[in-house]
């Protein structure tokens, strides 16, 4: 059975800030095995990105990837066509706005394991909540 912070991020049409936090919030509570376990199951990035909602599903993926990459696993392949897209123009979040210039930004983040994953699919993101 789907859990409600789950069924959230699929049905309710979260702001990019708010979406980011659910899924930390849903990695940080459940764990590692049962997050993925979930985002697999559910197909979540196949749903986010079949309702045209591109950011969320790119950075779930980046997510899933980074996660994927930082313990050896392989990627999985279901989502091979996705990893070539990427948003018109960058992303960022409110709270890299308010401490970074935009280029400042995208600076660290190419330097950063996590960010140089997300910043493919033109996010400026660095998570540093996956050990």
């Not at 599903?57 to 997510?63: F, G």
């Not at 994953?117 to 400026?124: P, Q």
Request: include cysteine; proline fraction near 2%.
């Amino acid at each position: 059975m789907m859990d409600a912070r789950l069924y959230n991020l699929i049905t309710e049409d979260l702001d990019p800030d708010t979406f980011k936090s659910e899924l930390r919030h849903k990695y940080c509570f459940d764990g590692e095995v049962t997050f993925l376990k979930d985002i697999l199951t559910y197909d979540l990035i196949g749903v986010l990105y079949n309702k045209n909602w591109h950011f969320k599903a790119l950075y779930t993926l980046s997510l899933l990837d980074y996660i994927s990459q930082k313990r050896g696993a392989p990627l999985y392949q279901k989502y091979n066509d996705l990893r070539s897209r990427k948003l018109e123009r960058p992303a960022f979040s409110s709270d890299v706005i308010i401490s970074h210039t935009e280029k400042e930004a995208i600076q660290e983040c190419a330097q950063s394991e996590s960010g140089r994953i997300f910043m493919s699919h033109n996010i400026v993101e660095v998570v540093d909540y996956v050990e």
